[in-house]
């Protein structure tokens, strides 16, 4: 091991306080601590701490705490302490909260950042000082299997939601956005070479990334694709022409892990800073390098002081007071959960049955049917890396019986569908429960394109390879994940909810799933539908509280949900090769002519909303658009008003997603709102100056509740100002 005893341990200590004191720059004291180091210990800082003999219980430490890269105690340098937390910190019994693709649905970015608080004071707590907890790829497909742990298909809504999870997260830890770039298919992750042309990788599927670098965020995970022919960790194009030369990021880059590194030299030559977690393909390549002269020594230099210069910055800024380990899964924690949970419940349908819609339930029912497998599920998201283990849950089951003591409750799993009916006649209302779990979508952790042997001798072996591959299907608590097989609800689940529907009219049916789910083989047969997503570990209260009407479902779609998979991108689970253009989504749908069962943007309440655009004032990147909100109905709610840019030209608009901003109003209320504007989606690119210019056309604004099929009140957008 590269680390020595000595005099010295302390110094980090003495230039953070030297920092703080602006006596000292964080590039200052990483150049003294860098001509301190060995090159041995240069080396050290330029992967993970953990040994390759530990690579299968990596999963078992990643929960036990934080995993380490780069410390040398000898001069106090504490190393990357990594802890993963898109849903909540991976590390103990932490909060579990609602799935990043539940939390993109309450449109909420304020929201998002007191989450990210959360995270990073649970992370702090438990050791850690590095989390990866921004996922900000694109959803190209909903098959994607951990389309649960990004924000949605939209850039702008993508871009200012991760902004403010790194805004959360930094006060206490560093903030790493992740994975960098065009990771969107998980079976070939490991192999698949995405080709994509100027436009679309630079309008379509970086700009989020590089809002969350302006924002600050501190590191960037590369991913394990190869984009136009070059895996990722060797990318120099991506790594530093685009992500250090053009966008100015100064922090430092990490690889996905354990097969995210191909090359020792190569890819400290194209810009990746760091191989995680492991002593692996660095280990053994970089100290031959520096021996023979392939590895030039301000090489090393430069990596290394990206990460002290970087963590210096964050232990000098960061908040001094340590968060107690009470924080973790504390009741304002578990508040927060909830209260995102709800905000994040997408009503689909709400349709009247006899007098009045089905939900919320009307308080005068006496039984209540609760049917479907997953209404005793806690359900909380996949198993693979992002899995948080919450020291309590609450499933859909669990939520209804405690917040209805009064009324008759009965449950069905719904594997006898005659007796499911039967039980929903009976009842004055059913409530079905279907959808996805960790079986059906999420990280494939076993993975036939992973190639083992790179971990050394003995998983050389075949004969090995193949037992652990038997192992970790059959014997691992992950589950299978990986891609979605289909995009609609299980066969099973599509009968059960036509026999219960036919046996009571009134039946809501709550859908569980990390993206969009295609429901026209049945969703005439329902008045009431409500997209519950993965909601976390208070999630069983939260939908309780939506169903009663304790609170509002408060979601709106960050994905479009179509008629028919046809209408999507072509996705291949196993492609060895793709090509992204700049056409998927709610876009894709526009520009061909097929409208969306219910389109990007989309989300009832229990009251309804006026909207008025009063006025625009752009730039030539940003703007504000005032707009007027009024709350027409009878009950407190919450909407979001979203602008949209189009092109009237077009003889099919295709309208751009350019701003948003959510609001409650109590019932008759009314207040005018500035909403910021990215007007990012209509710019483009010259590939060969670098230089951003409106696209041309006949630019119109409006203000709409979802994106937009008539553009009857579209307003000019206005020049740029000077």
């Not at 001069?75 to 802890?83: A, E, Q, T, V, Y």
């Not at 309008?203 to 190869?226: C, I, K, T």
């Not at 990490?254 to 020792?264: C, E, L, N, Q, R």
């Not at 840019?645 to 608009?653: C, F, H, K, Y």
Request: proline share 6%; glycine share 10%; charged share 20%.
């Amino acid at each position: 091991m590269a680390q020595h005893q000595g005099a010295t341990a302390g110094t980090v200590d003495a230039c953070v306080r030297r920092i703080r004191a602006g006596q000292q720059t964080a590039a200052e004291a990483a150049d003294q601590l860098i001509a301190e180091l060995t090159e041995d210990e240069l080396l050290w800082l330029l992967d993970g701490d953990t040994p390759i003999q530990a690579a299968l219980k990596l999963m078992s430490r990643m929960k036990a705490g934080p995993v380490v890269g780069g410390a040398v105690a000898r001069l106090g340098i504490p190393g990357i302490r990594f802890s993963d937390g898109p849903r909540g910190v991976i590390m103990g019994r932490s909060t579990a909260f609602p799935v990043t693709m539940a939390r993109a649905a309450t449109w909420d970015p304020a929201l998002e950042r007191e989450v990210g608080t959360a995270i990073g004071l649970e992370t702090r707590a438990q050791g850690a000082n590095y989390s990866a907890a921004v996922c900000v790829n694109l959803l190209r497909h909903p098959a994607w299997g951990r389309a649960q742990e990004c924000y949605g298909e939209d850039p702008v809504l993508t871009g200012r939601m991760g902004v403010a999870l790194t805004r959360g997260l930094r006060p206490h830890v560093m903030a790493c956005v992740k994975h960098f770039a065009l990771n969107s298919v998980e079976n070939s992750r490991f192999k698949v070479d995405v080709t994509v042309d100027e436009h679309a990788l630079h309008e379509v599927y970086l700009p989020h990334f590089r809002a969350v670098v302006a924002a600050g965020v501190d590191s960037v995970m590369s991913s394990y694709n190869s984009v136009n022919g070059r895996f990722l960790d060797v990318n120099k194009v991506l790594l530093t022409d685009v992500l250090r030369d053009e966008w100015g990021f100064e922090g430092f880059v990490t690889s996905d892990w354990v097969f995210g590194v191909h090359d020792a030299v190569g890819s400290l030559e194209a810009g990746l800073d760091v191989e995680m977690p492991l002593r692996l393909v660095r280990a053994r390549g970089l100290p031959a390098a520096r021996e023979d002269g392939r590895l030039p020594h301000p090489l090393v230099v430069r990596s290394a002081h990206r990460v002290l210069r970087t963590t210096l910055a964050h232990l000098a800024t960061r908040e001094q007071a340590e968060p107690s380990l009470e924080v973790v899964a504390s009741p304002a924690h578990r508040a927060l959960a909830r209260r995102a949970a709800t905000r994040a419940m997408v009503l689909l349908k709400n349709d009247p049955v006899g007098a009045a819609a089905i939900l919320p339930l009307d308080a005068s029912i006496g039984r209540l049917a609760v049917i479907g497998r997953l209404a005793t599920e806690a359900n909380i998201g996949d198993h693979g890396s992002s899995m948080v283990d919450p020291p309590s849950t609450s499933s859909p089951l669990d939520g209804l019986r405690a917040a209805l003591p009064g009324i008759e409750i009965s449950h069905l799993d719904g594997s006898h569908i005659a007796a499911a009916a039967e039980a929903a006649a009976r009842a004055d209302a059913a409530i079905l429960v279907v959808g996805m779990d960790h079986r059906d979508e999420g990280e494939r952790i076993q993975n036939d394109d992973a190639d083992l042997s790179v971990l050394g001798f003995p998983f050389t072996l075949r004969p090995l390879r193949r037992v652990i591959g038997w192992l970790v299907r059959t014997r691992s608590q992950f589950g299978r994940g990986g891609d979605r097989a289909t995009l609609t609800l299980h066969a099973s689940d599509e009968r059960l909810i036509t026999a219960v529907a036919a046996a009571n009219p009134r039946t809501a049916v709550v859908l569980i799933g990390g993206s969009a789910l295609i429901v026209e083989a049945w969703r005439e047969r329902v008045p009431a539908i409500l997209h519950a997503w993965y909601p976390g570990m208070e999630g069983g209260r939260a939908l309780a509280d939506v169903l009663t009407g304790a609170a509002e479902p408060g979601g709106r779609l960050p994905v479009a949900i179509p008629t028919d998979p046809a209408h999507l991108p072509f996705f291949d689970a196993e492609a060895r090769t793709i090509t992204y253009d700049a056409w998927w989504g709610q876009r894709k749908l526009d520009r061909d002519g097929h409208p969306a069962a219910f389109p990007f943007g989309f989300g009832l309440g229990y009251t309804t909303f006026e909207h008025t655009l009063v006025d625009q004032r752009v730039g030539e990147t940003d703007g504000t658009a005032t707009v007027r909100v009024r709350n027409t109905g009878a009950r407190v709610g919450s909407t979001v008003a979203q602008l949209y840019a189009v092109d009237t030209a077009l003889e099919r608009p295709v309208p751009q997603l350019v701003g948003f901003q959510r609001v409650d109003l109590d019932p008759g209320g009314e207040v005018t709102l500035d909403v910021a504007l990215d007007l990012t989606p209509i710019r483009q690119r010259d590939p060969r100056t670098r230089l951003w210019t409106r696209r041309p056309g006949s630019w119109g604004i409006l203000v709409a509740t979802h994106s937009p099929s008539v553009f009857d009140d579209v307003a000019p957008l206005a020049a740029p100002s000077a």
